[in-house]
């Protein structure tokens, strides 16, 4: 069994999730409507926002197999393979915006361990190892068998590797992604989706194989990209395809492929930076005009882009509100059982939250949701784990469940507290999160003297 009070943050640390964030659906005040005008006229004529080219994307499908060999010959260059399979660490001046675009990709990918996510366009498969060292069932797939090969052995180099988690490593054709409908709860992409020629297609197949309410999240280049100096000579070096993304045709294109909307995360590795003294009156709009002039220029060289397909619901493997009822059908007050005795609680669990309950399966991943009793003995103060028993479905919120939890009573004889509770392996007691719980009293007889 996992440990149940594991947390995935620090002690005294506040959850920090998307919901918590400021709510972008909520109407604009008056105020900021007129102060929102004022800011369109200043900036409009100061702020370039390039047409894209209009060739973007036309019969780039009709050459999907040439570029995907090329892709294919890319990863074959020997001399290359240091540097790739390196990655982050292999590019030093890249290595800090890497690290930055994995904390932005997996903070609004709400990733949490146990999920199953796809890294398509995986190349190396660096990003997955993140993933995997965080507890995540990764599948890596890209059309180069041989850069699925580096990733493989990308793996079997660190010790800390969880094969437990069984990362997968596998090829496609460039057309059909070799997974089951609804496999996925997370795909992620970085640098990846500009090198993909039909587009349309493999939108269809990343919705295919998500889940409802999963999330694709891509960092990737935005505008010109494929006229800027590096894409020309990327593309003239490798023959790899080195598109454009623009976010306006990407959600237009996800949309026809079956997801529900597409957003931008505006946020920039290098902003002007703001001197000190400044910073109150920077907050109050000094100085924004020239800020935002330069805030835009890396909006437009750099996007992560957010697509769903439904609303992600919150889980057990990132909880949101975690509140379970949980009534005893057949049982005396006390408990009452002789030391090493067998007994049997039939308990009803009904969802109060607003979290969907992860029953799992055979082999456990974090968030898996079980019924839990901790025992408190005769002059102790704390609680020890002492049964689980698994759901025998997922739960909704809402939803509810019958439940049998057995026990073997204690072999030291004493009167007991038994406390019922909800765990989500090696996320959280739902007690520690405010959910209520069932106590109960258990009298333990000493054992019975053998019959002559």
């Known amino acids: 069994m996992g440990v149940g009070g594991a947390r995935l943050v620090s002690p005294g640390a506040e959850w920090h999730t998307p919901s918590a964030m400021a709510d972008p659906a909520r109407p604009f005040t008056l105020v900021e409507k007129i102060s929102d005008l004022f800011a369109r006229l200043?900036?409009?004529?100061?702020?370039?926002?390039?047409?894209?080219?209009?060739?973007?994307?036309?019969?780039?499908?009709?050459?999907?197999?040439?570029?995907n060999t090329a892709a294919e010959q890319y990863y074959?260059?020997?001399?290359?393979?240091?540097?790739?399979?390196?990655?982050?660490?292999?590019?030093?001046?890249?290595?800090?915006?890497?690290?930055?675009?994995?904390?932005?990709?997996?903070?609004?990918?709400?990733?949490?361990?146990?999920?199953?996510v796809l890294e398509l366009?995986?190349?190396?498969?660096?990003?997955?190892?993140?993933?995997?060292?965080?507890?995540?069932?990764?599948?890596?797939?890209?059309?180069?068998?041989?850069?699925?090969?580096?990733?493989?052995?990308?793996?079997?180099?660190?010790p800390r590797t969880r094969w437990d988690l069984d990362p997968q490593f596998l090829p496609y054709d460039g057309y059909r992604l070799p997974l089951a409908d609804g496999q996925c709860d997370r795909i992620?992409?970085?640098?990846?989706?500009?090198?993909?020629?039909?587009t349309d297609q493999l939108l269809a197949e990343m919705a295919r194989v998500l889940r409802p309410g999963g999330i694709?999240?891509?960092?990737?280049?935005?505008?010109?990209?494929?006229?800027?100096?590096?894409?020309?000579?990327?593309?003239?070096?490798?023959?790899v395809l080195e598109n454009d993304v623009v976010v306006e045709e990407l959600d237009r294109q996800a949309r026809t492929a079956g997801f529900d909307r597409t957003l931008v995360v505006p946020v920039a590795l290098n902003p002007p930076p703001v001197p000190a003294a400044d910073f109150p009156r920077f907050l109050q709009g000094k100085?924004?005009?020239?800020?935002?002039?330069?805030?835009?220029?890396?909006l437009l060289a750099q996007h992560f882009i957010l697509i769903y397909k439904g609303e992600p619901q919150p889980t057990t493997r990132r909880p949101g509100w975690l509140a379970a009822e949980i009534a005893v059908e057949t049982a005396?007050?006390?408990?009452?059982?002789?030391a090493g005795e067998e007994l049997q609680l039939d308990c009803r669990l009904r969802n109060r939250g607003d979290t969907r309950w992860i029953a799992g399966g055979a082999r456990e991943r974090a968030g898996d949701t079980r019924l839990g009793a901790r025992l408190q003995k005769p002059g102790e103060d704390g609680l020890r784990d002492w049964a689980?028993?698994?759901?025998?479905?997922?739960?909704?919120?809402?939803?509810?469940?019958?439940?049998?939890?057995?026990?073997?009573?204690?072999?030291?004889?004493?009167?007991?507290?038994?406390?019922?509770?909800?765990?989500?392996?090696?996320?959280?007691?739902?007690?520690?999160?405010?959910?209520?719980?069932?106590?109960?009293?258990?009298?333990?007889?000493?054992?019975?003297?053998a019959s002559s």
């Not at 926002?49 to 040439?66: I, Q, Y």
């Open 287 to 298: 100085g924004f005009t020239r800020f935002w002039k330069g805030f835009t220029g890396e």
């Open 188 to 198: 992620v992409l970085h640098d990846a989706f500009h090198h993909i020629p039909n």
């Open 332 to 338: 005396t007050a006390p408990l009452i059982a002789s």
């Open 42 to 67: 200043l900036l409009r004529p100061q702020i370039r926002v390039p047409e894209p080219p209009a060739e973007a994307g036309h019969d780039l499908a009709t050459r999907a197999d040439e570029l």
């Open 121 to 158: 366009g995986a190349g190396s498969a660096w990003v997955s190892h993140f993933l995997n060292l965080f507890g995540c069932q990764t599948i890596a797939v890209d059309v180069s068998p041989t850069a699925l090969e580096m990733a493989r052995e990308v793996f079997e180099q660190n």
């Open 388 to 449: 689980r028993a698994p759901l025998p479905q997922d739960i909704a919120p809402g939803g509810e469940a019958a439940v049998t939890l057995t026990l073997r009573a204690p072999d030291e004889a004493g009167s007991y507290r038994v406390v019922l509770d909800l765990v989500a392996e090696q996320v959280a007691w739902f007690a520690d999160r405010g959910s209520p719980t069932t106590v109960l009293e258990l009298e333990v007889e000493g054992p019975q003297p």
């Open 216 to 239: 694709v999240a891509m960092s990737e280049p935005g505008r010109e990209h494929s006229a800027s100096e590096v894409g020309q000579q990327e593309a003239a070096e490798t023959g």
């Open 76 to 116: 074959l260059d020997t001399e290359a393979k240091h540097y790739i399979q390196g990655k982050p660490f292999s590019d030093p001046f890249a290595f800090p915006r890497y690290l930055f675009n994995l904390g932005v990709l997996f903070e609004h990918l709400q990733v949490g361990p146990g999920d199953v």
